[in-house]
């Protein structure tokens, strides 16, 4: 056998010879017990990729679905760009696309503002139209009673908290009464909505519309077949022709009648499911590329030393060094395609077994997965070009020392030292190249920092940059760890020098650790920031115990008379503390157009102004402080404390500006001010800060002559009968605004199962490569036992390395998901920096722990 392999090996030539390296592979590669091991965190990454394509594509509707949803069962929808009032016929547009050929068609209505008679009050949608057969079999199920056919009856979907049921009435619009004949689930949405038969809309009193002047229906036609254009032209001519009764509602060729761009079936169906897979790039496009490279990376580490013994065995033999690589790279880029393809196949079944849990935390059917064998087919061959690319590095590291002069032509005394220049020469190869690269990749992150960071998504990119230009750092970072383990003992310096020596291995388990970590970190840091961001968005509209009288399309405008009216009819409001809001604006509800509008010199926010110091505790809750008092007495300007460039407590000048559109009209002398705190409400939303009504008329600023009305401490249910006297003499009960406690931010399900995903792609990760280490160490701490020293040694070097990977990982991990979190904080003035520390140490807690208890385990076996 040796003779024949050192016959094969005879030439010069520095070329592998291909099958020799293929059997030889084949050879190696059926020593099952060495690579099973080294390659399960490739089957991790296999498994990881394939079930976060298909949670993500369960968690996006497919084209096909989004045509069921808004389609239903027709191919073609139009919108007509004009607003019915209560009492309006249905145009007759169904009827005029049949006439153009269409072989199916239906009118809708959709009224988005029907009132509900229940407080607080809230709106909700009602579609009419002809309902059986159901046109839309895929999103409406009837789960009680039967489909309405006659004006004033109507189907429930999704009731919830209203107390309807087939059988009952149920009151809209102050005392509209309309008859539930059933209740239906709505596959697409967890809101109520009312399906009216045809006719409810015209049996309105059109009288309704003046206690709701916001109320109004929107006709849509749903059809099937025929020539697009021409029932497009038949419907324009209808709605053009359009009227009721003796009111006509010529449009005289306005366009405001005429249908919009119709949405059509064979459009929504060509749209590919991928909006989470593009909207969540941290859960899948980024970790799908990084964490296969990082797999089979760590594996070719993990079998690095055995495998040199193995090719320097070979290459002893009488094989050329070349064919000992590629046979060894090959056996390696064969079990990381098992393992990848094994990975893939127990991914898709895991995600598969996930599709209905995931569909239930929606609330709607799961996502067509579409392009699955792309996805896999991507995994295998980015694992095979990594194997592929590793191995030719290692062929072409070993043909640049085979190329060296040989130790032969050579004196015995320079033999040490040319071995070590041929070495030195490749190193500082390999490293200025990488040191370059990771030079340019730190500067495409502060480029991209600075131009191009605005979305989330784009957090998630520049997460991927930084991880790579630590990756490509991190030799430097692993010499100053392993500097930072003194050798105050024996077992630590043993620890040390065998990092050291075999660094790759090390190096390779370091960056798939910090990797990882640095996705699970960066994604809760993510998340956090996402959740605390949407908490300033939503807010109440006022406080607890106060109402705010405002118009309805408004909260900065007057009330309607009728509404003060009534409630002054009712006295409902007697005796409570009140004040109303003047804007320094021209601005009405009517008013379109630029007009003249005051506000701080610098800022945007418009002032407001009161009549007397004492309204101000009115809006507050608090009393002011004699100080703020006596500033306002003299003229001066309180400003909200949490508004940009807000005074100090000590006060300041400021002016203010009176200006139409980008035209500055006027401008004030410094007026005193100081802040003022006050909570984060609706009401106060795109204001700066407030002064006197005596104040801004001495400067001669633009003044609103009515203005909203606030009233306090409505507690104990009074703020509640406001709006139901407003809904018994059928107004729009939403012109009180009242406090309703803001339901949590809740963010996107995807996010969730990404930071899940991760974060328990992290642990497994941690105990694969950890206990890939400890496999890969066995042979070295038999050694140290063999040599006598006793088997607690072996495993507190064991204990140790794993200590200063992972802890070397974790604090990347923790810079590379803090840095794009606070870069998204400051490019974005809508983000609120928030990391949770609190979650970020439960999860390095179980990961410290998941791994201590796999050393643990792992090295009980050197007692033996």
Known sequence: MARQLKQAGKGSSVLPQPRLAARLAWRLGRRQGQWIGASSTVFVAGLFTMAMFIALSTLSLSGAQEADRDLGRFDALASAEMTLPPGSKTPAMAGAAQRAGANESAAFLSALDVQLAVTPARNVTLLEGQWKPNPYPDVYELTAGRWPQQPGEIVVTDPGDVKAAAGQTLTVLGDVRLRVVGVADNHYANTSALLAAPG?????????????PSLGAQPYLLWTGGPEQAVLDAVAKTLTSYSDGSSSQQAEGGPELLPGPPTLRAQLETETADYWIEKSPAGYAIPAVLVPIGAVLLMFGLVDRRLRRTTETMVSLGLRPATTVAAVSFACVAWCLVAATAGAAAGVATGWALRPFLAYLQDRPAGDVEGITDAAAQLLALVAATGVLTGAGLLLARRTRSEQPHPTTTSPADQPQAKNLRKKSAATVVRDVRQLAALGVWCVCVVYTATRLDTPSEGMFLTALITAAVVLTLPEFFGLATRLLTERDARRRLARRQLQADRRRAQAALAVLTVIIGASLGMLALLDTLIRSSENTVQPDVMPGQVLLAHRASSAFAPPERVLTVLKESKVLDGLPQA??????KESVDESGPVPSTTRQGNDGGILAVD??????????RPLTADQRALLNRGGLLVWADRDNAPPIEGQPTRLVVAEDDRILAQTPPLPSKPLELARTGWRAGTDGILLVDTARRLDLPIAVRGPIMVADADDGQDARVQQVLQDHAIDARAAYIYVEPE??????????????LALLALTTVLTALRGQTRALKTYTDSLIALGIPPSWGRHIILWQYAVLLGTATLLGLFIAIVPTVALATQIPEFQLSIPWGQMSLLLATLALASALAATRSTLALRR
Not at 200 to 208: A, C, G, N, R, Y
Not at 580 to 585: M, T, V
Not at 744 to 757: C, E, F, G, R
């Open 200 to 212: 409810t809309w015209s049996s309105l009193d059109p009288e309704v519309a003046e206690g709701y």
């Open 580 to 585: 109303e809001l003047h804007r320094l604006s």
């Open 612 to 621: 007397s110091p004492d309204d101000v505790p009115v809006l507050t809750g």
């Open 744 to 757: 949590p931010p809740v963010p996107d399900t995807a996010l969730y199962v990404s930071a899940a995903a």
